[in-house]
C-alpha cells in the first residue's frame, strides 16, 4: 500500500534549521508530487510549498520564501523539506503528503504521520 | 485570515444533517479549481474526505457529499453519527499567489 514514513521529533533553537524527511513507498515515486503542510498547536492546515520529483520543479508558499528548500532523492524515493531561521512560531507538526505531478492543483492523499518540531530556547 | 473562509464551528444531533461551508473568490473557487475536503479526527493525521468537488475515495460513507455553487464549496454530513467529530478543512489552488495550494480555516463539528 502507498506509505509516506516521515522522521522522527525535533526541537532546535530560534534561529537554526530542521530538515524532516518523507520516504515513500508503494507507487513509482516519480509519477505524483510532494506537498508539504503544518499545523500549529491548535491551528489549522497551512500549505509550505511543494516538489515535483519528475522533473524537481518547486512552488513554495509566499511566507516562506527564502526560508524553506523542498528537495528529493529518487533513488530512496524520500523528499526532505528544510527550514531556515527558524522562530518560536514554527512550531507545529509538519506533513508530507502525495498530490499531483506536474502542479499542486490536486488533492493530498496519503499524509505522512507528521513530523513534531519544536523550537524553544 | 485563510483565503478560503469556513464557519469556525457546527454542531447536529445525532441522525440530523449538517453542512460546512467554504467561501472562497474568483482567482480560486470561482476560477473552476477544485475543492477538496479533509477530516481531522482529535490528534489524528487528516484524511481525504472529498476530492474533486464531489467524488468520495474508497472506504469513505455515502454519508459525506460535497457540491459547488459560483464562488464556494459546501460539504453535507447526512445521518451524522458520534464519531464524525473532527475538524473538517476544505482545500483549493488559487492563481493570484504565483500558484498556491490556499487551506480553509477548518470547521469544529460537534455531534450534540
Known amino acids: 500500500q502507498v506509505q509516506l514514513v516521515q522522521s522522527g521529533a525535533e526541537v532546535k533553537k530560534p534561529g537554526a534549521s530542521v530538515k524532516v524527511s518523507c520516504k515513500t513507498s508503494g507507487y513509482i515515486f516519480t509519477s505524483y508530487g510532494v506537498s508539504w503542510v503544518r499545523q500549529a498547536p491548535g491551528q489549522g492546515l497551512e500549505w509550505m510549498g511543494w516538489?515535483?520529483?519528475?522533473?524537481?520543479?518547486?512552488n513554495y508558499a509566499q511566507k516562506l520564501q527564502g526560508r524553506v528548500t523542498m528537495t528529493t532523492d529518487t533513488s530512496t524515493a524520500t523528499a526532505y523539506m528544510e527550514l531556515g531561521s527558524l522562530r518560536s512560531d514554527d512550531t507545529a507538526v509538519y506533513y508530507c503528503?502525495?498530490?499531483?505531478?506536474?502542479?499542486?492543483?490536486?488533492?493530498?492523499?496519503?499524509w505522512g504521520q507528521g513530523t513534531l518540531v519544536t523550537v524553544s530556547s | 485570515q485563510s483565503v478560503l473562509t469556513q464557519p469556525p464551528s457546527v454542531s447536529g444531533a445525532p441522525g440530523q444533517r449538517v453542512t460546512i461551508s467554504c467561501t472562497g473568490s474568483?482567482?480560486?473557487?470561482?476560477?473552476?479549481?477544485?475543492v477538496h475536503w479533509y477530516q481531522q479526527l482529535p490528534g489524528t493525521v487528516p484524511k481525504l474526505l472529498i476530492y474533486g468537488n464531489n467524488n468520495r475515495p474508497s472506504g469513505v460513507p455515502d454519508r459525506f457529499s460535497g457540491s459547488m455553487s459560483g464562488t464556494s464549496a459546501s460539504l453535507a454530513i447526512t445521518g451524522l453519527q458520534v464519531e464524525d467529530e473532527a475538524d473538517y478543512y476544505c482545500q483549493s489552488y488559487d492563481s493570484s499567489l504565483s500558484g498556491s495550494v490556499v487551506f480553509g480555516g477548518g470547521t469544529k463539528l460537534t455531534v450534540l
Open positions: 503528503a502525495r498530490s499531483a505531478i506536474f502542479a499542486p492543483v490536486n488533492w493530498f492523499d496519503p
Open positions: 474568483s482567482s480560486n473557487i470561482g476560477a473552476g479549481y477544485d
Open positions: 516538489i515535483s520529483p519528475y522533473n524537481g520543479n518547486r
